[in-house]
């Protein structure tokens, strides 16, 4: 999410930067949810659940505190 955060800097806000900034939590959150019931290869761990939304709660908070401009934080 930082990543895409990163790319976007800067740029007006538009539905293909929402799309682009959610795809990464929600296919990350979605292939571990489909591995419970086997949709998905792999192993169910409430813990890789735990940290991607941990991670997601990081993303956004350090997204909410980053300047627009970067020229407002010069004194």
């Known amino acids: 999410m930082l990543l895409i955060q990163a790319i976007w800097f800067g740029r007006e806000s538009s539905i293909s930067r929402v799309i682009w900034f959610w795809a990464v939590p929600i296919v990350a ?3 571990e949810l489909g591995q ?3 949709l998905v290869p792999g192993t169910f761990d409430i813990f890789d659940l735990l940290t991607i939304a941990l ?3 990081v993303a ?3 997204s909410a505190f980053e300047s627009t401009n970067p020229r407002e934080k010069q004194i």
């Open 36 to 38: 419970y019931p086997r």
């Open 29 to 31: 959150l979605a292939s």
């Open 60 to 62: 956004l908070g350090i």
């Open 55 to 57: 991670s997601v709660a």
